[in-house]
């Protein structure tokens, strides 16, 4: 199967500041990538589309000038909780479909960042 | 309404009792139902995808079936490593390119 990464695993920050979480697709390329949040004993929900050469596609309800998300190239795209708060604090993952490697229009996650804001 | 929903919530088995999970839909125009394990604090690992009703996958203890309105997930004599959530999800042709919609999950147990 394709494989996702995700960077850090794990992030701490104060209240104000701003995260930056990093999604590759490591052996193939991904045009488009999914950005999910996930809260405790909660299903995935997501929140954007990340378009590689365009602008993301937002989930009703998210707001984009909260959460950036630039599609650098096809194997990275980011996601930047700016001035994050103390409810932002949850499990982001990112997906892409895998075309290389496994069935067809598949979507495979990265491992998920744990964002907690103090 | 939910549009995808799993049941039963949790469950409980003991090594070796074989079971059933179930991932109901209301959608239309059903694209793909996609199967993942997501074991705590990881992302969701693929497991199978069905197509189409009747259509059947198989991997190690587990098997995926689905019919127009429903999958299920057998699991048969199953091991504590079966332990996990396991999450259902949907394309259907009123979503967008590739998005998936999730049901909740159930959490397996599995006893030694």
């Known amino acids: 199967g394709a494989v996702v990464s995700q960077h850090p695993s794990r992030v701490i920050c104060k209240s104000g500041t701003s995260v930056k979480i990093e999604c590759r697709s490591l052996?193939?390329?991904?045009?488009?990538m999914f950005w999910y949040r996930q809260f405790p004993k909660q299903s995935l929900m997501l929140m954007a589309t990340?378009?590689?050469?365009?602008?993301?596609?937002?989930e009703q309800g998210v707001e984009k000038d909260k959460f950036l998300i630039n599609h650098a190239s096809l194997t990275l795209s980011t996601l930047t909780v700016t001035s994050a708060h103390p409810e932002d604090s949850s499990f982001y993952i990112c997906?892409?479909?895998?075309?290389?490697?496994?069935?067809?229009?598949?979507?495979?996650f990265g491992p998920g960042t744990r964002l907690l804001v103090l | 309404e939910d549009q995808v929903t799993q049941s039963p919530e949790a469950l409980r088995l003991q090594e070796g009792e074989s079971s059933s999970l179930n991932c109901s839909y209301t959608?239309?125009?059903?694209?793909?139902l996609f199967w993942y394990r997501q074991d705590p604090g990881k992302g969701p690992e693929f497991l199978f995808t069905?197509?189409?009703a009747g259509e059947e996958k198989e991997k190690e203890r587990l098997k995926a079936t689905l019919t127009k309105k429903e999958s299920f997930l057998h699991i048969t004599a199953p091991k504590p490593e079966d332990s996990a959530t396991y999450l259902c999800?949907?394309?259907?042709?009123?979503?967008?390119?590739?998005?998936?919609?999730f049901g909740k999950g159930t959490l397996l147990t599995v006893n030694p």
């Open positions: 052996d193939f390329q991904a045009t488009t």
């Open positions: 997906s892409a479909p895998g075309l290389a490697g496994g069935p067809r229009e598949t979507q495979y």
């Open positions: 069905l197509y189409s």
């Open positions: 999800a949907v394309r259907w042709s009123g979503g967008s390119n590739y998005k998936l919609t």
């Open positions: 959608v239309s125009g059903l694209r793909g």
């Open positions: 990340s378009n590689e050469g365009s602008k993301a596609t937002y």
